[in-house]
């Protein structure tokens, strides 16, 4: 009986039982072509360009593949000085460069 009493109290003393079990994935964990898919989610420009040049199944709709396609051809145009980030004025120019162009 003593025994069981000091189990069940260890077992209701730990930390690990009381973390919250995450249900979404944030955008740090989310898969790659979830987090690419988010990006043009969130700017029509971008989604209707992403439609017209990576869409290869023509479904009106951007797989997961299709969206790191797209993102990686986003990257391509607007990574100006090619150190591998996109600065907000690289975005916005990449973003002018295809409203004019598509």
Do not use: C
Request: proline share 5%; no cysteine.
């Amino acid at each position: 009986m003593r025994w069981s009493s000091l189990l069940l109290a260890a077992l209701v003393a730990t930390p690990a039982a009381a973390r919250p079990v995450p249900t979404e994935a944030t955008q740090a964990s989310a898969p790659i072509g979830v987090a690419a898919a988010q990006i043009f989610e969130r700017d029509w420009v971008l989604m209707n360009w992403a439609l017209k040049t990576h869409d290869t199944d023509r479904d009106i709709l951007l797989s997961a593949r299709e969206a790191q396609a797209a993102a990686d051809a986003f990257r391509a145009i607007a990574d100006g000085d090619e150190d591998g980030r996109v600065t907000p004025t690289e975005y916005r120019a990449a973003r002018e460069f295809i409203l004019a162009r598509y």
